[in-house]
């Protein structure tokens, strides 16, 4: 029916999207919520059903495509993924879906290609000329994960605290990172250390610290302009390693929150050797997609464009967890 609704979810570390777009194309409703990655938050259920709540009764709603973090990696997790969403829309056609999938299929708008993930987490992921997948990484920030935003952090910690003993060069990251949290310098192994210590969801908040390091790296400071470069060489490993899957000659392109780095992005193109293709859709254009395949809509570049013009422009309104979250950061 020409008046069907779809529900995209685009799920992740760090945050959560929900998003409400017609056949034409339109999104009409979209909202951000705290991180539901299972592998790391225990509260990512909790999290989930409050971002999806606004959208359960939505009358017209015909198709939901859940883009989610470790989907089809761990089974007993990606069961009780397949229930939540399940039980939030027990009416409606479903398809659940790995969340670097559905960022590939919104990049590529559903054809062959080589993605790049640097988020919380890291992944590449291809699809070749048959259709058929393939990935690497992905395991997750206690085994790899490397260039992701959280290894950033959490390399950027190790950096500080060796360079506060003097077991590394000075680097203006040590000042630079006291102050963006906040945190008295006196006593900076009981500040850091407590910082740490109490945070609710570890992965997401140090994944955060890459921001920072990117900000310092721009303004000069040597030790952090090399973090930048080690991410982009292990994100390269990753790019290398799957170009075998696809024909020589396949673009590549990336996703996630580390790549608001431009530097970042500069440096692994050095590394590939060419530039990255422009995603023609963001993440949570993929799981919008892969709802509207679930109806055969006739999805064509008018409708891909249309998606990623009003996705862009959409009031993102954050969930009651979201806010709190956001609070407890800025009087932190």
């Not at 490397?146 to 060796?162: F, H, P």
Request: aromatic residues 6%.
């Amino acid at each position: 029916m020409s008046d069907d609704l779809i529900l995209g979810i685009d799920g992740g570390g760090s945050k959560v999207l929900v998003a409400l777009a017609d056949r034409a194309g339109n999104v009409l409703r979209m909202s951000r919520g705290s991180g539901v990655n299972p592998m790391d938050n225990p509260n990512w259920r909790r999290e989930l059903d409050r971002s999806l709540r606004p959208f359960m009764q939505e009358q017209q709603l015909a198709a939901v495509a859940a883009a989610l973090p470790a989907y089809g990696e761990v089974v007993r997790l990606s069961e009780q993924q397949r229930e939540a969403i399940e039980k939030s829309f027990p009416k409606t056609r479903q398809h659940i879906l790995n969340d670097v999938d559905a960022a590939h299929l919104g990049a590529f708008a559903g054809r062959p290609g080589i993605l790049i993930l640097s988020g919380t987490g890291s992944m590449a992921w291809a699809r070749n000329g048959a259709g058929v997948s393939a990935r690497v990484g992905g395991w997750g920030d206690v085994i790899g994960d490397e260039g992701s935003s959280y290894w950033i952090g959490r390399a950027a910690l190790s950096l500080v605290s060796q360079s506060l003993d003097g077991r590394a060069a000075p680097t203006a990251l040590a000042k630079a990172m006291f102050e963006f949290l906040n945190l008295d310098s006196v006593d900076p192994v009981n500040a850091l250390g407590g910082w740490a210590s109490e945070l609710e969801n570890p992965r997401a908040n140090i994944a955060t610290l890459s921001v920072l390091v990117d900000r310092v790296a721009r303004a000069g400071d040597g030790a952090a302009k090399q973090l930048i470069e080690q991410a982009a060489s292990e994100l390269a490993k990753h790019v290398e390693a799957i170009s075998p899957h696809c024909n020589p000659a396949t673009d590549w392109t990336y996703a996630g929150g580390t790549f608001a780095s431009r530097s970042l992005l500069a440096a692994l193109e050095r590394r590939i050797g060419r530039a990255a293709a422009i995603p023609k859709l963001p993440p949570i254009g993929g799981a919008l997609l892969a709802a509207a395949r679930l109806l055969d809509w006739p999805v064509d570049d008018g409708w891909i464009t249309q998606i990623a013009a009003t996705a862009k422009t959409a009031v993102v309104h954050s969930s009651e967890a979201d806010l709190n979250n956001k609070e407890r950061r800025e009087h932190a």
